[in-house]
């Protein structure tokens, strides 16, 4: 300041203020006196502070007020003249700095009311400038006044002010901010500031902040609210405000003072609270807005984007997220999302050109597109940000292409329509013409009828946008056709040359860093180099992080940018464009190939070759790759042929050569155009430069090269450089000019790019050798594919180049090298590298000379191969099962030849890949006697390993060891198959697991001869292995088999195979694949089986036997289940196999009697094993040591019990199943349906007594009620009519089948078991007795089988003649079998009648209910025997029954038994069957002999023990006896049987019974002669009854007479009258009591009425009815007297 502070300038001022003051004091001499007087006392204030002050400045500013004062007051005069007088004597104030803060205060006064005058306001806004920027001295109130001041002045209606306002506005906001970093800058120096940003950062006080800082911050908060539309907390007096003022002065603030919101919590407090979700909110309308659906979406219109809002707040959000990103992560993410949204098709096109601008301004930052990436895309639950912009950049190009934009419908109109006509001229358009006179092509994308211009917008690498700098603009601009386009463009561009450029920069750091170090490290001691590595270790920290980034960043854009780069290289029609899109695609395609991303790299290659072939040019390499599949399907252009340029991608493209594709049969012509040549030219560049790191891509590039050196037909010359000029063959090659000058270019690069690759290392080198490799079988096929072709010079040239090669590699192992080859194994496989590539060729006589060439070198230097055999064996173990049987038969030739003479000679390594390549052998289906040839060659090899084995384990051990500390040194996990075993166990494990294939071959013939050798090995070699091996040899080999046995098994085909080939007859049991299948699987399950048998003292200490016998049982389950006889009953006989595991060593391992072993044990032992093994060879625990243990006395195995019994009762549960499963009906018949043979259901039923000693401690009731279920629904099965001569016996033979003896047999078992077992076990009686009831019902019921029709045994017919027919199904015979049933009920129910349980569960009630079926059908049964044996099986069990319940009378137990008893004997005594006709009367004699034994048993065992026995059921005795004794005739007899056929012998028995019990003398207790009054008033009812009838009945017939059989009734009933009262009267009379005289004298009417009738047989039997009533006939008083007596 020292201009203002110098002598003169201090006198020049107090003049100046002297002559202001006078010119004031002279305007306001007439108006204004009292302004005039302030002036002069002001005149002498000034003098007199220059005269008494040195500081004449600082004293100035301390009577600034003072000083002032008058001109305030004249200000205050409101004159024009004056006011602009007093505000330039101000501002001179101001500008010297001797204004104080209370003056300055005035003056904002003053100049407020002038504003609210609307005076001088220019003038205002300059002073208030001034007074702001000159100096520090406003603050807070006076502060904020000012600033609204100029606020308010610039909402006024002129436009000059509002302008100078607004620019006074933008600079006072600046300045406030200003004053805040200068003093920052003051007190940095005083004081270090505390750390940024504390715990608490939402604190909202202002307290600690500083003067200035104070300030701008409530500046920028009220910015924040007035932009909210909310009040200001600060700007007091604010009138109105607009939103785009707000958001410029945020973004001026935001942008140029960033340094303040970073150091400053309060202020980035500000950030995060107030501007993001300002932001966020005023972006509202834009994203809910879509473009033509704000009508019909929502009743509420939706509010429309406004143009001048939404690009500045896009601004703010470019702003923020530059300088504020690492404050604002969330926030940024919800921008940035914001942004992609704004790129969608349905927004306004304005929208889409600005937010492209915006996405451009990030694009150019590649640090922050990184940190994007570290921020979002690297987190678990984010979103993948940065993925997101570029997929929606690419997405925003293609929606370009494929929706015309809006913006000029003409053009796009015009355009397309002149590439429909197919015409290759610019659209005619105005802005098109050329400068150079004639019409150029304007720089375009076109694609399907869309043409799309590029602009020129931005030099590359900095984003300057148009539309978010247009300001002044209200109405969204119109965008021109081909800006947002070009926009994207140049997005994609400088994101790839950012990104690229900033990885390759690192990544050239981190090379640098660490190459001196590992030099030094190769160089120095062992010492010296564990310090670098220490030192390097924090390095390789940060350039793994490093890594991470970059590759994820590649992985997050690669899809996106490679889909719209393919897309725009498609639609391009600009040279430079095409460079600019190839040269992208070229850096990304090095980029990924030097950060090893081999799917990224591929993928960008592959787009460059497509883009150098003629469209849809075939060429497989390009189809197959990965990348092809992943971003080129959606962008392909359909329908191009390729024998004429179709007009859509490639109209605009001048086509400047044609020529023959490459093909196995050229057809037609291809061409070529600009572009494909330029496509060329970036390839040959990229082979180039960056042939280092293309890998495995070294495949596409050459074979796309190949098929262009050979569309444009350039010729090999002499000196091997490719020159141009194509020989006769090609015809149709047609070059342009335009071509001709490039093509001696594109062949000089092509001939020396096999020059450059001296260059690269050994890895990339490889990778070239075998592209070539691959590349040359591929030119082969085209050679070999087509006889046309074979005179072709090139087909010729391919067979010398497979003689050169074999000649090559025999030369060189036959050379005789310094230090010889099998020391120089690198050397050695490089020689036998191409030999092996050959493999990969199809054609046969290049195979044969390739396997000619291995027998040659097998034959001369087989013994020195040494590190070369994984080579020569994969030569022999490449061939495949296509190729023709001549190649297959040389190569297995080498292979015997290898098996006989070289497996002693090569290393002990290579021996997996022998089993490898024999097993192979085996698969293949060209030659049956090769496949087994070669099992039998696994054979061989197995014994090799069994007598060398020691040797080969000792190798491998130490190879193993010498491998394992390989992998540690690289940090690698060693890995092969079978790990954790040893090597060696490792080489029997492989044997096994390539026999197990074979078992699953398709021929059967393989599969018998692979499962016996399989079987064979791991029974004779199995000793060699570790016990822990066991383990593999039963999960890995033995239940994968089985598995995929299983498998195979249930799928295979039904159908017939009609011969095996050639005269062969196929045996009717196998003629299915089904059937063959079903052979292996028994095969299989029974070698496993064996294995578990004989080897468990091997497998039960395997911590997971349990399990393993569990996945066998399941195996067992599912063979016993499948729909095969043949497989089901094998499953059982293994499956009894495993059980009865008496003691686990089988026959073959014991002798009777250990002497009889002539191998002298110790001298075996000896011979085999050396001193110095870790392990003896054949372990100490083999044959010797094992027959001691077993010859002794111990038992053989000792196991936990606990875990034994576990396993019998899984085996018990699988039993349940394949129990349950097997014998449950189906639900639907037909001819189909499987139904479970007889023999298997025997054998399954046979399994249980055994299994059952084993798990009866064990065995509770809910198990005895699945076996019954099995039982049950075994029996129930029927057998098929063909088979059951077999099964059954003939009808009349009453014998058992196998099945139903086993079934009883397992009863039987249980039933013993019961006896001697414990109490709880007893409990099992009852359903023991439900199971045989059950059985016994079946000589009444047969069981149905499901829905199952069976005939009846009698009339299935099983003739001869009906063999084929389909088999109908036969009910068993089962009366037989009931029968044994019952006996077996009764025998068991003598035994148990008292026990407790039978008892409680009324097992006699259930006998005699079930019993009651048979005897109640009676000559209804199927059999006579039954009901006979049923009678007396009721009589024996009622003789044994009722005494036990008699006995528990008074506990309620038996009390259902009585009535089920009672009707018993009612339904047999009394039966609704009908006697067959042909019953003779003998017959008939004895079965009523049977009827009156049951009489005899209720007189002898129930009614003399009536008090014990319930009332009612006595009374139904009664009424039984009385039906007995009087209707017991048949109804059906013809009148001549009748006198036989009336029981007469029962009718007496009953009558004879019923009055036995009426008038027993010893009445003992009133109970009993309740009985016989009971007896006696029955008894005379029904003779009423029976009485009445007849009267009625004899009156109605009139002269016929009745029936014959009432006429018996009646006379049965008059004799038994007779009898009646001749036995009243014997009995003594007090057992008699009135009732019955009554009842007797009461039938004396009756009889009275008979008279009457007219048979005569009745009235002589009436007579003798009345006779003894006389002695009833006294006088009447007597009675009375005797009554009253």
Not at 780 to 793: I, L, S, T
Not at 1172 to 1183: A, E, H, Q
């Given at each position: 300041m020292s201009s203002t502070n110098s002598p003169e300038a201090v006198k020049k001022l107090l003049e100046n203020m002297q002559s202001d003051l006078r010119a004031l004091s002279l305007e306001c001499k007439k108006k204004f006196p009292p302004v005039k007087e302030a002036a002069e006392s002001g005149i002498i204030k000034v003098k007199t502070i220059a005269a008494r002050n040195t500081e004449i400045l600082a004293a100035l500013k301390e009577n600034s007020s003072e000083v002032v004062q008058p001109f305030l007051m004249?200000?205050?005069?409101?004159?024009?003249?004056?006011?602009?007088?007093?505000?330039?004597?101000?501002?001179?104030?101001?500008?010297?700095?001797?204004?104080?803060?209370?003056?300055?205060?005035?003056?904002?006064?003053?100049?407020?009311?002038?504003?609210?005058?609307?005076?001088?306001?220019?003038?205002?806004?300059?002073?208030?400038?001034?007074?702001?920027?000159?100096n520090t001295v406003v603050h807070d109130e006076a502060l904020s006044k000012a600033i609204v001041l100029c606020f308010r002045l610039h909402f006024t209606k002129d436009n000059i002010t509002n302008n100078t306002a607004a620019a006074t506005v933008r600079q006072v906001v600046t300045v406030v901010f200003e004053r805040m970093v200068a003093e920052d800058e003051q007190h940095r120096d005083i004081i270090e500031q505390p750390a940024l940003v504390q715990a608490n950062s939402n604190r909202r006080s202002v307290s600690t902040l500083k003067p200035c800082a104070k300030d701008a911050y409530m500046l920028f908060q009220d910015l924040c609210q007035l932009v909210n539309a909310d009040a200001p907390y600060w700007l007091v007096g604010m009138t109105e405000m607009t939103r785009t003022f707000g958001l410029e002065l945020l973004e001026s603030v935001l942008n140029d003072f960033p340094q303040v919101f970073l150091q400053h919590q309060e202020f980035s407090f500000l950030l995060k609270e107030r501007v993001c979700p300002l932001v966020i909110k005023l972006f509202s309308p834009n994203i809910k807005f879509r473009q033509g659906s704000n009508t019909s979406s929502s009743p509420a219109p939706v509010e429309k984007p406004y143009f001048p809002i939404c690009m500045r707040l896009l601004r703010v959000v470019s702003v923020l997220i530059k300088q504020f990103y690492s404050l604002l992560v969330t926030e940024c993410e919800i921008f940035l999302s914001l942004l992609v949204k704004f790129l969608d098709a349905d927004k306004p096109q304005w929208l889409r050109a600005v937010a492209v601008e915006s996405i451009h301004r990030l694009c150019v930052q590649p640090q922050l597109l990184r940190s994007f990436c570290q921020s979002y895309d690297m987190k678990q639950h984010s979103t993948k940000v940065f993925r997101d912009i570029v997929n929606a950049l690419g997405s925003f190009i293609q929606s370009l292409f494929l929706v015309p934009p809006t913006g000029n419908p003409a053009t796009a109109n015009q355009a397309g329509n002149n590439n429909a006509g197919g015409t290759v001229s610019a659209p005619a358009n105005p802005g098109m013409l050329g400068i150079g006179g004639g019409v150029t092509l304007l720089p375009a994308f076109e694609y399907r009828g869309t043409w799309i211009p590029i602009l020129t917008i931005t030099v590359q690498g900095s984003a300057k946008a148009t539309y978010l700098e247009m300001l002044d603009k209200v109405e969204p601009p119109t965008i021109p056709e081909g800006y947002a386009m070009s926009v994207a463009f140049h997005c994609l561009l400088d994101l790839v040359r950012g990104i690229t450029s900033m990885i390759e920069g690192e990544l050239g750091e981190t090379e640098t860093e660490c190459q001196p170090?590992?030099?030094?490290?190769?160089?120095?001691?062992?010492?010296?180099?564990?310090?670098?590595?220490?030192?390097?270790?924090?390095?390789?920290?940060?350039?793994?992080?490093?890594?991470?980034?970059?590759?994820?960043?590649?992985?997050?854009?690669?899809?996106?940018?490679?889909?719209?780069?393919?897309?725009?290289?498609?639609?391009?029609?600009?040279?430079?464009?095409?460079?600019?899109?190839?040269?992208?695609?070229?850096?990304?395609?090095?980029?990924?190939?030097?950060?090893?991303?081999?799917?990224?790299?591929?993928?960008?290659?592959?787009?460059?070759?497509?883009?150098?072939?003629?469209?849809?040019?075939?060429?497989?390499?390009?189809?197959?790759?990965?990348?092809?599949?992943?971003?080129?399907?959606?962008?392909?252009?359909?329908?191009?042929?390729?024998?004429?340029?179709?007009?859509?991608?490639?109209?605009?493209?001048?086509?400047?050569?044609?020529?023959?594709?490459?093909?196995?049969?050229?057809?037609?012509?291809?061409?070529?155009?600009?572009?494909?040549?330029?496509?060329?030219?970036?390839?040959?560049?990229?082979?180039?430069?960056?042939?280092?790191?293309?890998?495995?891509?070294?495949?596409?590039?050459?074979?796309?090269?190949?098929?262009?050196?050979?569309?444009?037909?350039?010729?090999?010359?002499?000196?091997?450089?490719?020159?141009?000029?194509?020989?006769?063959?090609?015809?149709?090659?047609?070059?342009?000019?335009?071509?001709?000058?490039?093509?001696?270019?594109?062949?000089?690069?092509?001939?020396?790019?096999?020059?450059?690759?001296?260059?690269?290392?050994?890895?990339?080198?490889?990778?070239?050798?075998?592209?070539?490799?691959?590349?040359?079988?591929?030119?082969?096929?085209?050679?070999?594919?087509?006889?046309?072709?074979?005179?072709?010079?090139?087909?010729?040239?391919?067979?010398?180049?497979?003689?050169?090669?074999?000649s090559l590699i025999k030369a060189g192992l036959t050379f005789n090298h310094d230090p010889p080859l099998s020391q120089n194994q690198r050397l050695q496989l490089l020689l036998l590298n191409p030999l092996k590539e050959m493999s990969s060729i199809n054609h046969p006589d290049i195979r044969l000379k390739q396997l000619e060439c291995v027998l040659q070198i097998l034959q001369s230097q087989g013994d020195s191969l040494g590190p070369g055999w994984p080579l020569v064996l994969g030569v022999m173990g490449a061939i495949r099962n296509d190729q023709g049987e001549s190649l297959i038969r040389t190569a297995f030739q080498c292979l015997q030849l290898v098996v006989t003479d070289f497996l002693p000679t090569m290393p002990c390594s290579c021996l997996q890949i022998v089993v490898d390549v024999a097993g192979s052998f085996g698969l293949h289906n060209q030659e049956l006697n090769i496949s087994l040839t070669s099992i039998g060659l696994l054979w061989n090899i197995s014994d090799y390993f069994f007598q060398r084995g020691e040797i080969i384990e000792k190798e491998l051990n130490k190879e193993e060891a010498a491998q394992q500390k390989q992998a540690e040194e690289k940090g690698v996990v060693l890995n092969r198959p079978f790990h954790p075993a040893p090597p060696f166990d490792c080489l029997w494990l492989c044997l096994y697991a390539k026999l197990g294939e074979l078992c699953v071959d398709p021929r059967p013939a393989v599969r018998k001869s692979a499962g016996q050798t399989l079987f064979s090995t791991i029974g004779a070699h199995g000793t060699l292995l570790q016990h822990s091996t066991w383990h593999t040899v039963i999960w890995k080999v033995l239940f994968h088999l089985l598995d995929r046995v299983r498998e195979s098994s249930t799928t295979a085909d039904k159908e017939k195979i009609e011969s095996g080939g050639g005269n062969i007859l196929i045996h009717h049991s196998r003629d299915t694949a089904e059937k063959q299948w079903a052979e292996t699987w028994v095969l299989t399950l029974a070698g496993v089986a064996r294995i578990f048998n004989t080897r468990r003292y091997l497998l039960q200490p395997l911590g997971d036997f349990s399990r393993a016998w569990d996945v066998l049982l399941d195996h067992i389950q599912s063979a016993a289940l499948s729909k095969n006889n043949e497989v089901s009953l094998a499953a059982l006989k293994s499956f009894q196999e495993i059980l009865q595991i008496v003691s686990p060593v089988r026959d073959s391992d014991k002798p009777e009697t250990p002497p009889a072993v002539n191998v002298p044990v110790s001298v075996l032992l000896g011979s085999i094993s050396g001193p110095?093994?870790?392990?003896?060879?054949?372990?100490?625990?083999?044959?010797g040591e094992r027959l001691g243990r077993y010859s002794s006395s111990e038992p053989p195995i000792v196991t936990d019990e606990l875990e034994d019994l576990n396993l019998w009762w899984a085996a018990w549960n699988t039993w349940y199943r394949i129990g349950s499963e097997s014998t449950k009906p189906p639900i639907t018949f037909d001819k189909l349906t499987f139904i479970p043979s007889q023999p298997f259901l025997t054998a399954l039923i046979q399994i249980f007594p055994a299994l059952y000693q084993h798990i009866k401690t064990g065995f509770s009731m809910d198990d005895l009620q699945k076996l019954g279920v099995i039982l049950h629904s075994a029996v129930s099965v029927p057998i098929s009519s063909d088979a059951s001569p077999f099964i059954l016996p003939s009808y009349t033979e009453a014998v058992l089948t196998s099945l139903q003896e086993a079934v009883l047999t397992a009863l039987d078992v249980l039933q013993k078991a019961i006896c001697i077992g414990s109490e709880n076990m007893q409990i099992m009686y009852p359903a023991i007795f439900d199971q045989l009831l059950a059985f016994v019902e079946f000589s009444c019921k047969p069981p149905q089988y499901g829905q199952l029709e069976t005939k009846h045994i009698a009339n299935a017919k099983y003739n001869q003649i009906q063999l084929f027919a389909p088999a109908e199904w036969v009910a068993l015979n089962y009366v037989p079998f009931a029968e044994r049933s019952l006996e077996v009920v009764v025998d068991l129910y003598q035994k148990t009648a008292c026990h407790k349980a039978v008892v409680n569960e009324k097992v006699l009630q259930n006998i005699i209910k079930t019993l009651r079926f048979p005897l109640s059908l009676k000559y209804s049964c199927p059999s006579e025997s039954t009901w006979k044996l049923a009678v007396s099986s009721l009589l024996k069990v009622l003789s044994i029954g009722l005494p036990v319940a008699r006995q528990h009378a008074s506990s309620g137990k038996f009390d259902s038994m009585w009535p089920e008893l009672a009707n018993t004997f009612e339904d047999f005594l009394f039966t609704k069957s009908i006697p067959p006709d042909n019953l003779s009367i003998q017959e008939f004699q004895r079965n009523e002999c049977i009827d009156v034994e049951v009489v005899q048993l209720i007189s002898t065992e129930i009614l003399p023990y009536a008090n014990f026995i319930p009332k009612e059921f006595v009374g139904q005795i009664m009424t039984m006896l009385n039906k007995g004794s009087i209707h017991s005739q048949s109804s059906s007899f013809t009148e001549a049987e009748i006198d036989i056929r009336l029981r007469e012998e029962f009718s007496k028995m009953c009558f004879e019974t019923l009055l036995q019990f009426s008038f027993s003398n010893k009445v003992t207790t009133p109970q009993e002669g309740y009985i016989s009054r009971m007896a006696l008033s029955v008894l005379l009812k029904r003779s009423q009854d029976v009485l009445h009838r007849y009267i009625e009945d004899e009156r109605l017939s009139g002269k016929c007479p009745l029936p014959r059989q009432q006429v018996t009734e009646i006379i049965f009933v008059l004799k038994a009258v007779s009898t009646l009262i001749d036995s009243l009267k014997k009995t003594q009379p007090e057992n008699v009591d009135e009732n019955t005289w009554a009842q007797v004298i009461a039938l004396y009417p009756t009889l009275v009425e008979c008279i009457t009738c007219s048979s005569s047989e009745v009235c002589s039997a009436l007579k003798e009815a009345l006779v003894p009533f006389k002695d009833f006939m006294q006088p009447p008083a007597s009675k009375v007297q005797n009554g009253e007596s």
């Open positions: 004249g200000c205050g005069t409101k004159e024009p003249k004056i006011t602009q007088l007093c505000l330039a004597a101000i501002q001179r104030l101001m500008s010297h700095e001797v204004v104080s803060e209370t003056a300055a205060g005035n003056i904002i006064n003053m100049l407020w009311q002038l504003m609210e005058n609307s005076l001088e306001e220019l003038k205002l806004l300059q002073t208030v400038l001034v007074l702001l920027t000159t170090t590992s030099e030094a490290a190769s160089s120095t001691t062992q010492s010296s180099e564990q310090q670098e590595l220490q030192s390097t270790a924090d390095e390789m920290d940060k350039e793994i992080v490093n890594k991470a980034v970059w590759e994820e960043m590649v992985n997050a854009c690669w899809c996106g940018l490679l889909a719209a780069l393919s897309l725009l290289l498609d639609a391009s029609t600009d040279e430079a464009a095409t460079e600019n899109i190839l040269k992208a695609e070229l850096t990304m395609a090095a980029l990924c190939g030097r950060l090893g991303l081999v799917t990224s790299r591929d993928a960008f290659i592959t787009a460059i070759c497509k883009g150098s072939l003629p469209p849809h040019y075939a060429l497989t390499v390009l189809n197959t790759t990965t990348a092809a599949t992943l971003s080129n399907k959606s962008y392909s252009i359909q329908g191009q042929s390729v024998m004429m340029i179709s007009p859509s991608s490639e109209s605009h493209q001048q086509v400047v050569a044609v020529g023959q594709p490459l093909a196995v049969q050229p057809q037609g012509t291809v061409m070529l155009t600009s572009k494909n040549i330029q496509c060329m030219r970036t390839l040959l560049n990229l082979a180039h430069c960056h042939g280092a790191v293309l890998g495995t891509s070294w495949q596409l590039v050459l074979a796309t090269l190949q098929h262009l050196v050979w569309i444009l037909g350039l010729k090999p010359s002499s000196g091997g450089a490719l020159k141009p000029g194509r020989a006769v063959e090609g015809p149709s090659t047609v070059l342009t000019t335009a071509v001709m000058t490039d093509l001696p270019v594109i062949s000089n690069i092509l001939s020396r790019l096999f020059e450059s690759s001296q260059y690269l290392d050994d890895v990339s080198l490889h990778h070239l050798i075998n592209a070539l490799c691959s590349l040359s079988l591929e030119a082969m096929d085209m050679a070999y594919g087509n006889n046309k072709v074979c005179q072709h010079p090139n087909s010729r040239m391919r067979e010398w180049g497979a003689e050169a090669l074999t110095g093994l870790s392990r003896p060879f054949v372990r100490t625990d083999s044959i």
